[in-house]
């Protein structure tokens, strides 16, 4: 779990991120686990083992967790490069897991990253992202593949050889990161309006 501050001596914004292994196609997050994650019952610091899967008689398990042990919104980091290469086992994996989140309520979006190198005028200008035919026609796929809305897929550039910050960077993550505190705020009042509703407690917990 990450706390982000403004500046080294400031405190720390009022929202955390919170960090998970991989979804790869022959170890990664398992589908189980995901509702351990959702539902708080993770121990802060807890390292993701493949070969020994948390249970509820896991050392530290979160018996009764608190809303805000919950997760509030759910970010799939996709490199947007090779998309249309993604290894059918790795998408159905995603669906299975996207099945036990859907359990939850918790809304979901995808990161959609190095989407500079789908298209050479956003590679040139990343100011013309918005702009581009290619961008916009991966942002289809993305959104029809993972059943989400269109504006839950978020793209954004990584920092790779930059050695100072650029501005246009930092506006695409900014710009992703108040989308997610945006759809977060939404769970947070449906959660406090109805918590039965929402399934949270209701999520399959298997030993």
């Given at each position: 779990?990450?706390?982000?501050?403004?500046?080294?001596?400031?405190?720390?914004?009022?929202?955390?991120?919170?960090?998970?292994?991989?979804?790869?196609?022959?170890?990664?997050?398992?589908?189980?686990?995901?509702?351990?994650?959702?539902?708080?019952?993770?121990?802060?610091?807890?390292?993701?083992?493949?070969?020994?899967?948390?249970?509820?008689?896991?050392?530290?398990?979160?018996?009764?967790?608190?809303?805000?042990?919950?997760?509030?919104?759910?970010?799939?980091?996709?490199?947007?490069?090779?998309?249309?290469?993604?290894?059918?086992?790795?998408?159905?994996?995603?669906?299975?897991?996207?099945?036990?989140?859907?359990?939850?309520?918790?809304?979901?979006?995808?990161l959609l990253t190095?989407?500079?190198?789908?298209?050479?005028?956003?590679?040139?200008?990343?100011?013309?992202?918005?702009?581009?035919?290619?961008?916009?026609?991966?942002?289809?796929?993305?959104?029809?593949?993972?059943?989400?809305?269109?504006?839950?897929?978020?793209?954004?550039?990584?920092y790779e050889k930059?050695?100072?910050?650029?501005?246009?960077?930092?506006?695409?993550?900014?710009?992703?990161?108040?989308?997610?505190?945006?759809?977060?705020?939404?769970?947070?009042?449906?959660?406090?309006?109805?918590?039965?509703?929402?399934?949270?407690?209701?999520?399959?917990?298997?030993?």
């Open positions: 779990m990450y706390q982000v501050r403004s500046s080294a001596s400031s405190k720390p914004l009022p929202f955390r991120l919170c960090d998970t292994r991989g979804l790869e196609e022959a170890q990664g997050l398992d589908s189980h686990e995901v509702s351990f994650m959702i539902g708080g019952n993770l121990p802060d610091g807890y390292q993701f083992n493949p070969s020994v899967p948390f249970s509820m008689e896991a050392p530290g398990y979160i018996k009764a967790s608190s809303v805000k042990d919950m997760i509030h919104c759910i970010a799939f980091v996709l490199d947007g490069s090779t998309f249309d290469v993604l290894p059918e086992k790795m998408l159905e994996k995603m669906k299975a897991i996207q099945a036990k989140m859907n359990q939850s309520s918790v809304p979901q979006v995808v190095n989407v500079d190198k789908v298209c050479h005028n956003v590679e040139k200008d990343l100011s013309f992202i918005f702009k581009s035919g290619l961008i916009s026609n991966l942002v289809d796929k993305v959104s029809q593949v993972m059943g989400l809305p269109r504006g839950h897929v978020l793209p954004i550039k990584n930059e050695l100072e910050l650029d501005i246009n960077i930092n506006i695409l993550s900014l710009l992703a990161l108040r989308q997610i505190l945006r759809f977060s705020q939404d769970f947070l009042f449906n959660f406090l309006d109805n918590p039965d509703r929402l399934g949270i407690h209701k999520l399959e917990m298997k030993k």
